[in-house]
Nanobody, 128 residues
Framework: QVQIVESGGGSVQAGGSLRLSCAAS????????MGWFRQAPGKEREPVAY??????????GYDDSVEGRFTISRDNVGNTLYLQMNSLRPEDTAMYYC???????????????????WGQGTQVTVSS
């Protein structure tokens, strides 16, 4: 059974940094489409970033709200995903979810319906 577990959330002041991690277990192949999403209280879930692995290359994509501040990366040996978050803002406060699209993907994006396996989330709180 595939499990996704996020870690690394916490509380920081505006301008600070956090690094989120996501470990997918129970999979014997490289998941080539993984992403991060977030949901703030009273708001809908929104995309943050995705990363597509094809051959030797990895291809990230970001939502405009985090472009230039957040960096998504992965461990190419295992199915571990990271999100380096710099210059954090109070509006980044949310529960952050890691998601994976199991099976071989021929594309990847921040469309939530592409993903079929989700973690439980890790809370990020940014104070002003």
């Amino acid at each position: 059974q595939v499990q996704i577990v996020e870690s690394g959330g916490g509380s920081v002041q505006a301008g600070g940094s956090l690094r989120l991690s996501c470990a997918a277990s129970g999979v014997t192949y490289t998941i080539n489409c993984m992403g991060w999403f977030r949901q703030a209280p009273g708001k809908e879930r929104e995309p943050v970033a995705y990363i597509y692995t094809r051959g030797e290359g990895t291809y990230p994509g970001y939502d405009d709200s985090v472009e230039g501040r957040f960096t998504i990366s992965r461990d190419n040996v295992g199915n571990t995903l990271y999100l380096q978050m710099n210059s954090l803002r109070p509006e980044d406060t949310a529960m952050y979810y890691c998601a994976a699209r199991l099976g071989l993907s021929t594309s990847c994006s921040t469309i939530a319906t592409m993903y079929n396996t989700w973690g439980q989330g890790t809370q990020v709180t940014v104070s002003s």
